[in-house]
């Protein structure tokens, strides 16, 4: 099949999905490159010829696509037949596939975790007085990573790690509890990146934290270092509702204001804001208008995630700039709440200020050059780096004001509407 021919059957199919509705697989199609390949012939009806259309999508995306990846296939599949039945007999499917990683040095890059790396965030976890084996005893810990009864004993009156560490451990307790950092055994300090990123996801596993606040924050700390060094640990499924985590390289390039975007997402458990998440990730460079409306979006759930957690209502007639308010009320994100007598107050209360009207000014954007509107032919859209300035913005936002509710829920939780109902109705019981 000819190029130009290719191109116009896609647009096509990019064109009949937005009609209806299914804007992310019509982005997936717009945005990546494609191709058709013959892979097959069948004699029936005086010959039909068997064609693939490959939609090369980026390693990190497809893994991304997880279960979706087959719908999504099935979805372009039915448009490409729409638009190709009435000209040929052929048979046409689309197939999602990862494109050739280009990079000659591949084989050196990313193979290590620094050193002072995996020191901070040990002497993070020091500092957070948090145990390393949470709810576990150290060997049941250890067995989840180690085959401790293959490593050796540094008591000569044990013949293996295991029965070691549960004499200093569990049964004694003469070790002391972050023993494991420099036991070389585990040689976690200096030994490969994927063993001390396997210690730190097991650390925040359902099984061995079933916190899951506490779980994210050290999410959120591990990240903190890991970022700088290439890696992440992000959330891969859940486990009787609560996350299973896992290691992975940060793609080249990715905002870091994403990445604080999902842990956020994560401790407040927003699916909706998970899903644009998803969106802006695969849109700063590639749609920048697209990534400026999805920024607005993000903020505009965010604030409707924590109101409905803490029970306050918002009408299908508020608008960003009154959800906003509703928001600052309840959180008591008010300039005033800074006295004069802090030390730079007035500079407190400018900031503060202006992150309120940061919302405002996000709609404002996004009603001039985000996606949603019509343009004219003259019109010139926002560069890429206006969609990151938009995006890190929002951000800032939602990481704040997140960080706010989970303080005021800390030190004066707010009853739900059911449980107030549930108290109310015992009274009037009694």
Same mark, same amino acid.
């Given at each position: 099949?000819?190029?130009?021919?290719?191109?116009?059957?896609?647009?096509?199919?990019?064109?009949?999905?937005?009609?209806?509705?299914?804007?992310?697989?019509?982005?997936?199609?717009?945005?990546?490159?494609?191709?058709?390949?013959?892979?097959?012939?069948?004699?029936?009806?005086?010959?039909?010829?068997?064609?693939?259309?490959?939609?090369?999508?980026?390693?990190?995306?497809?893994?991304?696509?997880?279960?979706?990846?087959?719908?999504?296939?099935?979805?372009?599949?039915?448009?490409?037949?729409?638009?190709?039945?009435?000209?040929?007999?052929?048979?046409?499917?689309? %197939?999602?596939?990862?494109?050739?990683? %280009?990079?000659?040095?591949?084989?050196?890059?990313?193979?290590?975790?620094?050193?002072?790396?995996?020191?901070?965030?040990?002497?993070?976890?020091?500092?957070? @007085?948090?145990?390393?084996?949470?709810?576990?005893?150290?060997?049941?810990?250890?067995?989840?990573?180690?085959?401790?009864?293959?490593?050796?004993?540094?008591?000569?009156?044990?013949?293996?790690?295991?029965?070691?560490?549960?004499?200093?451990?569990?049964?004694?307790?003469?070790?002391?509890?972050?023993?494991?950092?420099? @036991?070389?055994?585990?040689?976690?300090?200096?030994?490969?990146?994927?063993?001390?990123?396997?210690?730190?996801?097991?650390?925040?596993?359902?099984?061995?934290?079933?916190?899951?606040?506490?779980?994210?924050?050290?999410?959120?700390?591990?990240?903190?270092?890991?970022?700088?060094?290439?890696?992440?640990?992000?959330?891969?499924?859940?486990?009787?509702?609560?996350?299973?985590?896992?290691?992975?390289?940060?793609?080249?390039?990715?905002?870091?204001?994403?990445?604080?975007?999902?842990?956020?997402?994560?401790?407040? @458990?927003?699916?909706?804001?998970?899903?644009?998440?998803?969106?802006?990730?695969?849109?700063?460079?590639?749609?920048?208008?697209?990534?400026?409306?999805?920024?607005?979006?993000?903020?505009?759930?965010?604030?409707?995630?924590?109101?409905?957690?803490?029970?306050?209502?918002?009408?299908?007639?508020?608008?960003?700039?009154?959800?906003?308010? %509703?928001?600052?009320?309840?959180?008591?994100?008010?300039?005033?709440?800074?006295?004069?007598?802090?030390?730079?107050?007035?500079?407190?209360?400018?900031?503060?200020?202006?992150?309120?009207?940061?919302?405002?000014?996000?709609?404002?954007?996004?009603?001039?050059?985000?996606?949603?509107?019509?343009?004219?032919?003259?019109?010139?859209?926002?560069?890429?780096?206006?969609?990151?300035?938009?995006?890190?913005?929002?951000?800032?936002?939602?990481?704040?004001?997140?960080?706010?509710?989970?303080?005021?829920?800390?030190?004066?939780?707010?009853?739900?509407?059911?449980?107030?109902?549930?108290?109310?109705?015992?009274? %009037?019981?009694?």
């Amino acid at each position: 099949m000819e190029s130009p021919q290719l191109e116009e059957i896609m647009a096509t199919v990019h064109a009949l999905l937005l009609e209806e509705g299914m804007r992310e697989v019509a982005d997936l199609v717009r945005n990546n490159n494609f191709c058709a390949r013959q892979i097959g012939y069948d004699n029936w009806n005086g010959g039909i010829e068997i064609w693939e259309v490959l939609i090369e999508v980026s390693p990190r995306e497809l893994v991304h696509l997880g279960p979706r990846k087959s719908q999504m296939e099935e979805q372009i599949s039915a448009r490409l037949k729409m638009v190709l039945e009435r000209e040929t007999e052929n048979w046409y499917s689309a %197939k999602i596939v990862p494109e050739r990683v %280009k990079r000659s040095n591949w084989r050196e890059e990313g193979n290590d975790l620094p050193r002072q790396t995996r020191i901070n965030i040990l002497d993070g976890l020091r500092l957070e @007085d948090a145990a390393w084996y949470g709810e576990l005893n150290d060997v049941e810990f250890l067995s989840r990573i180690f085959d401790l009864q293959t490593l050796p004993s540094y008591d000569i009156r044990y013949k293996d790690a295991a029965s070691d560490i549960w004499q200093h451990c569990i049964n004694n307790e003469d070790w002391e509890r972050d023993w494991v950092f420099t @036991d070389d055994r585990f040689n976690l300090l200096d030994g490969p990146a994927d063993i001390f990123l396997r210690f730190l996801c097991e650390m925040v596993h359902p099984i061995v934290r079933p916190s899951r606040s506490e779980a994210f924050k050290l999410v959120s700390h591990f990240n903190d270092q890991l970022h700088r060094a290439g890696w992440e640990i992000r959330e891969e499924e859940r486990i009787a509702g609560r996350p299973r985590f896992a290691y992975c390289q940060v793609a080249h390039g990715e905002s870091h204001a994403v990445s604080r975007a999902k842990t956020v997402a994560d401790a407040l @458990d927003a699916g909706w804001m998970a899903k644009e998440i998803e969106r802006l990730e695969n849109a700063v460079d590639r749609d920048p208008a697209l990534a400026i409306g999805t920024a607005k979006d993000l903020v505009e759930s965010c604030c409707k995630t924590i109101l409905s957690k803490r029970s306050v209502s918002v009408s299908k007639s508020d608008d960003l700039g009154d959800i906003t308010k %509703k928001l600052t009320k309840e959180l008591l994100l008010v300039p005033e709440g800074i006295t004069d007598e802090a030390k730079g107050a007035e500079a407190i209360r400018l900031i503060l200020r202006n992150l309120t009207q940061l919302t405002s000014n996000l709609a404002r954007i996004r009603g001039l050059y985000g996606s949603g509107h019509g343009r004219d032919g003259q019109h010139r859209g926002l560069q890429p780096r206006h969609a990151r300035l938009a995006v890190t913005s929002a951000v800032a936002f939602i990481d704040f004001v997140a960080e706010t509710y989970r303080y005021r829920e800390a030190m004066h939780p707010k009853e739900d509407a059911d449980s107030k109902e549930e108290v109310k109705g015992t009274t %009037k019981a009694s």
